[in-house]
């Protein structure tokens, strides 16, 4: 069964930091592009972060760069987010997602994980 799961969502203060994983099984994430995508209810999914399938390329949303970091660990096969400097802003449900396409698109994602919640708060 091919699954994504994410965690390490959870609620912290403005400018705080948070690091989500993202473990795949049933196949392996290097064949794979694999992003994070965030949604905020009543709103359209945005993509924040993507890995490409041959992991030579990566890029963020405008409104994250500089603050978070996309890594993976190909033994572990797991995907994380470092996100330092939040803000409420991104506040969203938090979906890791893979294609065997060379890169990510929201419309093209095959796989998706069920999301992980982040809230930024005081």
């Known amino acids: 069964q091919l699954q994504l799961v994410e965690s390490g969502g959870g609620l912290v203060q403005p400018g705080g930091s948070l690091r989500l994983s993202c473990a795949a099984s049933g196949f392996t994430l290097d064949y794979y592009a694999v992003g994070w995508f965030r949604q905020v209810p009543g709103k359209e999914r945005e993509g924040v972060s993507c890995f490409s399938r041959s992991g030579g390329r990566l890029n963020y949303a405008d409104s994250v760069k500089g603050r978070f970091t996309i890594s993976r660990d190909n033994a572990k096969n797991t995907v994380y987010l470092q996100m330092n400097s939040l803000e409420p802003e991104d506040t969203a449900v938090y979906y890791c997602?893979?294609?065997?396409?060379?890169?990510?698109?929201?419309?093209?994602?095959?796989?998706w994980g069920k999301g992980t919640l982040v809230t930024v708060s005081s």
């Open positions: 997602a893979a294609t065997t396409s060379t890169w990510c698109s929201s419309t093209r994602m095959g796989y």
